[in-house]
């Protein structure tokens, strides 16, 4: 069996008057995350996961921030693009585990909708989409609530 593995980073400073999205889902808040796109931290990581097991690039390079087409646009559709190309390299999902980081707001109420989310994009079942949360217990930017943070980690296997 031919399988890759890769991992992705994003992190996004909180910014007032802006929407909070997380894998996909709006999570009200005060607060949402600062960035060219609709800012989704959770799968921009997920998109370089994804990328990174194929040795495509990163997110950047097949979307950057410099290019009004992407401003605002929903990282929905920035990970159909991404999978769209794993697929046409003659690969499917085995499984993601995804970390989030943030003091708020908490997130226990919303991973179910994300994994399904998730899992709907990446035409698999919720059982191979993990999607946990935890603090950085006050310590550093994170920890003051100035931002938050998500790794990404996705296993692929050649189909066929």
Known sequence: MNIRIGNGFDIHRLA???KL???GVEIPSEFGLDGHSDADALLHALCDS??????LGDIGLHFPNTD???RGIDSKKLLNQVYSLVKEKGYRLVNADIMVICERPKLLPYIQQMRETIAGLLECGTDRISVKATTNEKLGSLGRGEGIAVYAV???EQVG
């Open 68 to 70: 009004e087409r992407y």
């Open 21 to 23: 999205f997380l894998g």
């Open 16 to 18: 007032a008057g802006r």
């Open 154 to 156: 996705s296993l692929l």
């Open 50 to 55: 994804l990328l990174g097991a194929l040795a």
